[in-house]
Antibody, heavy 122, light 107 residues
Framework: QVQLQESGPGLVKRSQTLSLTCTVS??????????WSWIRQPPGKGLEWIGY???????YYNPSLKSRVTISVDTSKNQFSLKLSSVTAADTAVYYC??????????????WGQGTMVTVSS | DIQMTQSPSSLSASVGDRVTITCRAS??????LNWYQQKPGKAPKLLIY???SLLSGVPSRFSGSGSGTDFTLTISSLQPEDFATYYC?????????FGQGTKLEIK
């Protein structure tokens, strides 16, 4: 079955760029009607959708973060990535990658990575 | 952006109770409403998609209903493993948005 795994630094300095990668295993990132997503959750708070990418490269970003976010895909490595620039303490969160399933699930996020905690330090 | 509002924000219940959580959208989202369960330190898990479709493998005590702006998640008979935080989420338009969560605690 398809599994997702986030990787990247757990500590990022204020004003720098946060970079995370999600590796997809058990299936091809290029198959099916799926959107590969990033979602974050600040400590003790709710979930915030950051954006997603289709395997073709089409992207959709949350307007609240759009000026700072870039999501890219590398089909040869079966990975997609997140870059968030000019980070502040407000960007400290658990970052999840997830699959939005447009095949049958009305674009629900049906598969999630385990999440990775990113702390922005001063 | 479509705002999703859940009620209550927290709920105390006992094993065997029937529990209902409500989610309201700020505009019509047809049936593009999904429900997730999250336990501490874990990623959310999809329970129900398209308002009322149970994901394969999810116990049948979970059910969802509604369309338009008003939706409900019902757990017919609470089990110990059901104590968690529940989120609704709309997939009708971008940006995708979540409710603030409902924390279900043991009474």
């Amino acid at each position: 079955q398809v599994q997702l795994q986030e990787s990247g630094p757990g500590l990022v300095k204020r004003s720098q760029t946060l970079s995370l990668t999600c590796t997809v295993s058990g299936g091809s990132i290029s198959s099916g009607d799926y959107y590969w997503s990033w979602i974050r959750q600040p400590p003790g708070k709710g979930l915030e959708w950051i954006g997603y990418i289709y395997y073709s490269g089409s992207t959709y970003y949350n307007p609240s973060l759009k000026s700072r976010v870039t999501i890219s895909v590398d089909t040869s490595k079966n990975q997609f990535s997140l870059k968030l620039s000019s980070v502040t303490a407000a960007d400290t969160a658990v970052y999840y990658c997830a699959r939005a399933n447009g095949d049958y699930a009305y674009d629900a996020f049906d598969i999630w990575g385990q999440g990775t905690m990113v702390t922005v330090s001063s | 952006d479509i705002q999703m509002t859940q009620s209550p924000s927290s709920l105390s219940a006992s094993v065997g109770d029937r529990v209902t959580i409500t989610c309201r959208a700020s505009q019509s989202i047809s049936s593009y409403l999904n429900w997730y369960q999250q336990k501490p330190g874990k990623a959310p898990k999809l329970l129900i998609y398209a308002a009322s479709s149970l994901l394969s493998g999810v116990p049948s005590r979970f059910s969802g209903s509604g369309s338009g702006t008003d939706f409900t998640l019902t757990i017919s008979s609470l089990q110990p493993e059901d104590f968690a935080t529940y989120y609704c989420q709309q997939s009708y338009s971008t940006p995708r948005t979540f409710g603030q969560g409902t924390k279900l605690e043991i009474k």
